[in-house]
């Protein structure tokens, strides 16, 4: 049976949530994060970057989310939850299979960073760490991720689902970076799509059944 390498409250959840949506049996091994956020060394046996999720199937070990949404449709999809080829909402789709992980996540990640370096920072060195971070913060980062942000919001205006009329598995691997910048604080304000978005997912059985194997998830709220 296909296994699930799953560290808590992250990004594998998407996985589980994708075989939910497709009812394809698997197991979990679970992961929990150390007290730094930081997978546990464990992981490292399973592929050597030691980042979750990992899938394990017929042999193959498969990590990064993007290849392994790919890997599950490719495998168990039957046509399910991807455009058809050769259509403009497949090159959508592919589209936002990949820019969830190679665009959208690198500014959410960096807004992560530069919040908590001050609070980690030596008690002596924090006002100048603060100072340095909330500068990259104004003059990097939150420019760039308001620019993601209204994309998205334009994007979603044009169809419910990113990659057309149809809930894809695009929308799975999107997910993330939407429910990261809702916990970041920065969607809510002038997103009521892309807060719409979250609503819907939210909704869903299978969102909720991998909720519930999954445990918890603060990413979104
Ligand atoms: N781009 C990779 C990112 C993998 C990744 O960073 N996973 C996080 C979980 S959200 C992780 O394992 N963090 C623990 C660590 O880095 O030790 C993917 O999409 O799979």
Redesign the pocket.
Known sequence: MLTVHH?NN???QRVLWLLEELGVPYEIVRYQ?QPD???PVELRAVHPL????VLIDNGNTI????AVAEYIIDTYGEGRLIPPSKTPERLRYTYWLHYA?GSA?PPLLLKLLFTLMPKRAPALLRPLVRKVCNQALTTLVNPQLKQHMAFWEGELGKSDWFAGNEFTAADIQMSFPLEAAAARGTLEQGHPRAMAFLERIHARPAYKRALEKGGPYAVGR
């Open positions: 560290l992250s990004r594998s994060r956020m930081r997978a030691g980042k979750s999720p990590a990064e989310s993007g992980e996540m």
